[in-house]
């Protein structure tokens, strides 16, 4: 009988182990994918279906167009793993393995924050990012000058700063009357990030007329209000708005809370080694599902870049215990960072492969601008063709 290996996932992480596994895997292995959505989709691009929808179809990648033929492909949602009797449960059905590679990705953290989850929107999905779209654009149309449209946008990380310069697009683009505010309970935007590179974002952002609040976490949200900060002593500052968006933080999928593996009970985010094995022997986990070890008292960071990375060699090692061979081991290489602002873009502390770092620290503008399209493009390539990147590039 063929070994059964089993990826969940059609993230960075899912998508680009199920690649790997499909040039590694022997002919007396089955590779089985397993997802909620038929499609993968470029989730550090997504905001910009935001300000114009019809993108959505350059950064949703159909599965078809990504695994081969002889990859079963099954839609459906985790609802628990049996590790003892090696089963994924799904909503209708079950799928066995013999190796299972966990890519699920994050979940959205309302740290508990009254009203927070009930009144606003995330950004994980294609739904999340059309419903935006769509209650920005109701709440412009009933607004004025005089009485514009209020979107508030809460955390200043990768994911609020790139949603606050959409939305910001989509209003110059359509000359619609909205305010937009990023708020931020630490100090600075993109908190714990280079201070060059803090202040070249929240230049660019006050540029584009986005106004930044920093210092204040929220401490309550209701249909009208977000309140910041407050306490024994002191009044919340409350903000009225018509549209509330969160991407404050992530956490694990409660889909693997009863799951028999050792992982952080508070998040279910699965402790792994850095060869992504778990303390079941045939489980392995990568991407925002993992926390990764990387030397004492370190961990890999959630990001799509080293999703990227760990999945390359995740679906090797994966390969690699099928065939009985030693796991390789794997360090993440930060290359830097690019963020975009709407059209603009800036960049950090960039390594190009054969030339190391680049000189410059930070810098914007159209070196940047291409460098965040060119990241997305590779990647689409990679996992596709060079046709669709060449298609994409323009919604980019």
Known sequence: MSTQVVVLGSGYAGTGAVKRLEEELGPDAEL?????????????????????????????IPIDEIKEPQTEFVKGHVENIDV???????????????????????????YGIEGLQEFS???????????????????????????????????AGLSG????????????????????????????????????????????????????????????????????????DEDPEELDYDV????GGITGQEEVADADIEKDERSNRIFTDADFQTSDERVFAIGDSALIEQGTDSVAPPTAQAAWQAAEVAGENVARTVRGQPLKTWTHNDKGTVVSIGDDAV?????????????????????????????????ISDVTDARRAVEAWDSL
């Open 161 to 232: 700063i790139q949603t606050a310069g959409e939305i910001a697009g989509y209003r110059d683009e359509h000359r619609a009357p909205i305010d937009i505010t990023l708020v931020e309970g630490l100090d600075e935007v993109f908190p714990g990030n280079d201070p060059e590179l803090q202040g070249a974002l929240r230049k660019r952002l006050e540029a584009r007329d986005v106004e930044i609040l920093t210092g204040d976490f929220i401490s309550k949200v209701d249909e009208e209000n977000v309140y910041l900060g407050g306490g024994e």
């Open 84 to 110: 003892e009797d090696r089963v994924v449960e799904l909503e209708d059905g079950d799928v066995e393995y013999d190796y299972l590679l966990v890519c699920l990705g994050s979940a959205t953290a309302f």
């Open 347 to 379: 960049a950090h502390a960039v390594k190009l492969p054969g030339l190391g770092k680049l000189p410059i620290n930070v810098f914007g503008g159209p070196a940047a601008r291409a460098l965040k399209k060119g990241i997305a493009a590779k990647w």
């Open 121 to 155: 929107h995330e950004l994980k999905s294609l739904d999340d990012a059309r419903e935006i779209h769509s209650d920005i654009k109701a709440a412009a149309e009933d607004a004025s000058r005089d009485d514009p449209a209020k979107v508030i946008v809460g955390g």
């Open 32 to 60: 089985t994918w397993v997802s909620e959505n038929d499609y993968h989709l470029v989730l550090h691009e997504v905001h910009r279906c935001i300000r114009e929808p019809s993108a959505e179809s350059n950064v949703a």
């Open 244 to 247: 509330l968006i969160w991407t």
